[in-house]
């Protein structure tokens, strides 16, 4: 699962902290965006590990470094794993060569299950106002920088997968697993349509990797109001059941 969850830090009260923790706790790894670089980012991440930890699985967390960005735009990453299912690999970490050319660089590590090791490399884009593609275009750099990784690449690239600036990954085989789906949310819903854009994706090489299943949890459709549903993030998490070749 992947999910961009707006300014996670002490502003989280306990009750959406614990809101979050039932989100999340069906699933084996979770990568998240927007983990507030100052005090109480991590924190919150701790914060909600405890909260999972009470509710039947084992839990362990790692929270990167802040991103190498303007003190405006720096955060952090964090991804969750149920120990039983899930082993971490090495150490976690910030993408180094081009840490300048991309704002917040992305945060990787390497996970294995049954056997089959996989990298996902956690990643929150520019906002589409600033051109995200600009910093996108690296990505297409990665596989062949870590050409031993099966690279898995999911966040918030506030940017639609049929953007032109993915074809030089599609052509490496690395497909998205959403097309035509919004995951953000608009501040008020209009005609029943309360999702505003195409942002939150997972691109996979389809050569290493099979997906099952996917799909997005309409967290929103919980809370009385979007306004409510907001104080937990301006995204819904997106989710994908795969099978590592």
């Excluded at 902290?17 to 979770?30: C, G, K």
């Excluded at 945060?107 to 929150?124: G, I, P, Q």
């Excluded at 953007?163 to 490496?172: A, C, E, I, Q, S």
């Amino acid at each position: 699962m992947s999910w961009n969850i707006e300014n996670l830090g002490k502003s989280k009260s306990d009750s959406e902290i614990e809101f979050m923790a039932n989100t999340l706790r069906d699933f084996d790894v979770v990568a998240l965006q927007e983990v507030v670089a100052g005090y109480g980012g991590s924190q919150a991440v701790a914060r909600l590990a405890d909260v999972l930890n009470r509710k039947g699985s084992r839990w362990d967390y790692v929270v990167s470094e802040p991103t190498t960005s303007s003190a405006y735009k720096t955060e952090r990453y964090a991804f969750l794993w149920k120990t039983a299912k899930i082993k971490k690999i090495g150490t976690a970490w910030l993408e180094k060569k081009y840490n300048l050319e991309i704002d917040r660089e992305p945060f990787y590590c390497t996970f294995e299950a049954d056997h089959k090791s996989f990298t996902l490399v956690n990643f929150h884009a520019i906002t589409k106002s600033k051109q995200p593609e600009t910093e996108i275009k690296y990505f297409k750099f990665l596989p062949a920088q870590y050409p031993t990784l099966n690279l898995i690449f999911t966040g918030d690239f506030n940017c639609p997968q049929s953007h032109t600036v993915f074809n030089p990954l599609r052509k490496m085989g690395y497909l998205p697993v959403f097309t035509n789906q919004k995951t953000s949310l608009k501040r008020d819903c209009v005609l029943e349509e309360c999702l505003a854009s195409e942002f939150d994706n997972i691109f996979y090489n389809s050569n290493k990797v099979v997906v099952k299943n996917a799909g997005v949890l309409l967290f929103y459709q919980k809370f009385s109001s979007l306004q409510e549903a907001h104080s937990i993030s301006d995204h819904i998490p997106i989710w994908a059941e795969i099978v590592v070749n």
